[in-house]
């Protein structure tokens, strides 16, 4: 079962730290249990976003790899 994406973040333009900053920025706008997809073209990024949505205690629910970029969902929970 997919998740209700609340808000979308193009990222693929720019690289680390970039694409985690933006969702960053974008987390402290949303409300808690909102879903938030993080489009990155950097690699890296499907490393460094799911550690860190585990470091500050957000839910991570998914990567997946596309064509030539990741989306990345996260659920904002607290």
Known sequence: M???INTSVDARD???PGPL????RTMKREPV???IEILSSDQG???D???WIHKVGHEYLRTE???GFWSIL???AK
């Open 49 to 51: 976003i799911p550690e």
């Open 65 to 67: 790899e596309k064509e």
């Open 33 to 35: 249990g909102s879903v």
């Open 21 to 24: 900053m933006e969702l960053i």
């Open 74 to 76: 996260v659920k904002k």
């Open 45 to 47: 990024s499907a490393k």
């Open 2 to 4: 997919d998740a209700a």
């Open 14 to 16: 720019s690289y680390c």
